[in-house]
């Protein structure tokens, strides 16, 4: 993950090509701390070893995140198919 500080960090998705790639660049460009989040990240070569851009999978982002800020969440909101909710 980017170094935590001073410098403002970025979450960008969808950096594997186009304005995501472009996006992620030009704020690291400009010093910001980049996390660049893509499908298949393994495939990445112009974003990795970049000083302040770190590369990773959506997915590992959010398991990331959760771990975290939220390591004990759980969801109380969910209501089975097959239930009659009462009026």
Do not use: C
Request: net charge positive; no cysteine; aromatic share 8%.
């Amino acid at each position: 993950m980017p170094k935590q500080g001073a410098k403002k960090t970025a979450l960008i998705t969808g950096t594997s090509s186009g304005f995501g790639k472009a996006t992620a660049k030009l704020f690291a460009k400009k010093g910001w701390n980049v996390v660049a989040t893509m499908r298949r990240p393994e495939a990445e070569k112009a974003l990795v070893g970049l000083d302040n851009i770190f590369v990773t999978s959506e997915q590992e982002y959010i398991k990331h995140m959760r771990s975290q800020f939220f390591p004990k969440t759980k969801s109380n909101a969910a209501i089975p198919i097959n239930t009659k909710i009462k009026k």
